[in-house]
């Protein structure tokens, strides 16, 4: 006889709407023989199902997931049988929403095959998707996720897209941006016209998945020169998009873990060792190591590649080398949030681009492309973006629903639901009355999407961030948090970390509980509560914020502490303000002190002469580190007194020093002193667990390093993994921080005093 009939009703949660989901449920009920229904709700996926093989569905369930779900728990109640015939998937429920949004994804193979199929209605059509690949986030309104409440409400399927919208057996059975060329949305040019524009020289911009992209051959020198020119962009590097992984090799050094990673359907921007390869315009990414290389993630994209190739039938030609190489580059101009609409493109990039291709799909959220780098320790992010968003970071504990508004630069907000934590897209720097638009806009739009209401607003200890001032606007609880401790929570929360630990916060710039600029803190890390253990010794930063951008001050005032002041006018004669630096410094005029790890990798730079000033910010530690051949340690470059790292011996080791050998001793010599100076305090302190942030921390040669020296000491060091290392990482751990905040807490001693 077999079991007896049961009916189940099960809650499903987790990233479960608008990943084919349903589809996969009807499916998996008809395998099975049983009856009930499916239907998305504010919570997720419920499902009833009845018949005598349901306990077989429920396993399936967990196991056989459509490729983007991500099912974190099923909750599985028996309830009475009904009498019914069939399955049916029902119309969504309304209600409270507790459900995620699933990212953007690119496209997937099956959609390939139909991309270049000449028998297929979906030939060389631009907007092809399916329930596994497509335009989740950046085009939905609202949930629960459907058609109607994304930009795709005002295309009506034609006869022959219904027809496979509602057949269950279909990919496409529930995708809500299908279209086809009949029905769906179209590119304002052809693609070949595309191209040939792109072949002759010119500078496009072209509307993809979450904004516009500045695009050009990345083989033509003029054109890769025209584009900085009119974007103000001197030197900072251009990302290349090229066709496939064989294509990526003839630029790269391309190793498995990288290849997973460019390969993957999230489709980042990843930082790769550059090759021997003469094929690209020199001017891409002047005097670095590495290369931003990403992969054609929509169907516009794999187009072009197609039309350059030729137009082959099938995707064979995908696996081969091809010639045609593109500088994707975000249509930001003046460092402004990323264009998305038709008429703002033509207006706002009308003075870089030569021609402005769009489409009548509108993007309501802008997303730039996510940029990653692959190290021996694993992927990390640089920028989190483009189909990581709105990804959720699972928390160790629920906590009550809170804003968090990040900081100045590289900002980013993070909202909490339960015990989930989710991080918007990279918004950008605080300096901009567009991206303070952008800012407001993203919060309004966050906490919408996820219909949370905050109970509390965390921001940045810095009173005058647009980002404090906007909390303290909104008349709920707000708690400032320190710069430093949020770095450290921001590690702490994703790895569930509960217990006390040192950390290692170094960066280049955070206002410290005394009001004075910090940037290389030890500091003791008990959740809502943070105590300074220690500091990078101080050292003048003259000219305030300016130094930052010429490095070469900073090491005038290295050599102004050691008592050699009077070489400074010499020694950087080529600069206009060497001569009076060094009595600026005599009489403490604009040269506040700093504890920053950043201005001491400037101080490097400009002692061994790698960059004396920058057109990007983190150029002249890029350059030290690209220097770097095998590190070495100077056994006496360094001094711990009462908490203080002194690196003087090392640096004053550098004035005199060739870049490659000073390069190795910088790194070696830093490594080893950050080393012992956390493993004390974790000896002193009792703990095991040392938490390593901040944007230092994107340094692969520094992090690796830290890593490895303090595993050999017996130590517990962590890294950020689910987001940056950098700012755009601190609105999680402000948020977290602010969550476990009582009111004693944020009057407490630790968390307001220095030390």
Sequence with gaps: MGPSPKRFRLSVKGLVQGVGLRPNVYNLAQQHQLTGWVLNDGQGVTIEIQGRRSAEFIKALGKQPPPLARIDHIITQEIPLQQEQGFAIRSSATGAVTTRIPPDSSVCPACLEQLFDPDSRYYRYPFLNCTHCGPRYTITRSLPYDRSNTTMAGFKMCADCATEYHEPGNRRFHAQPTACPVCGPRLSMPVADILTRIHGGEILAVKGLGGFHLVCDAGNEDAVQRLRQRKHREEKPFAVMVANLNSAATLVELDDAGATVLDSPERPIVLLPKGNSVTLAASIAPGLQWLGLLLPYTPLHYLLFHEAAGRPDGTDWLQQPQALKLVMSSANPGGEPLVIDNAEARQRLGHIADTIVDHNRDILIPCDDTVMRVTDTGPGFIRRARSYVPRAVKLPHEIPPTLALGGHLKNTICVTRGDEAFVSQHIGDMDNAASLRFFEASIKRLLAILDVQPQRVAHDLHPDFHSTRHAQGLHIPAYAVQHHHAHLAAVAAEHHITDPAVGLALDGFGLGTDQTPWGGELMWYNGARCQRLGHLHHIKQPGGDIAAREPWRMAAAFLHHIGRGTEIAQRFAQQPAARQLHQLLEKNINTPEVSSCGRLFDTACGLLGVKLKVSFEGQAPMLLEGLVTQTEVMDDGWVIDNGQLDLTPLLTRLIDCPAV???????????????????????????????????????????????????????????????????????????????????????????????
């Design 661 to 755: 050998r000073g390069a190795n001793l910088f790194h070696g010599s830093l490594i080893e002193a950050l080393c012992e100076w956390s493993a004390q305090a974790a000896r002193t302190q009792g703990t095991e667990i040392v938490l390593l942030s901040g944007g230092c921390f994107l340094n692969h040669v520094l992090a690796r390093g830290v890593m490895t020296g303090l595993q050999q000491r017996g130590l517990r060091p962590y890294l950020a993994r689910q987001t940056p290392p950098n700012d755009g990482g601190i609105s999680l751990g402000q948020a977290w921080i602010a969550g476990l905040m009582t009111r004693a807490d944020a009057l407490s001693d630790n968390i307001q005093q220095a030390e």
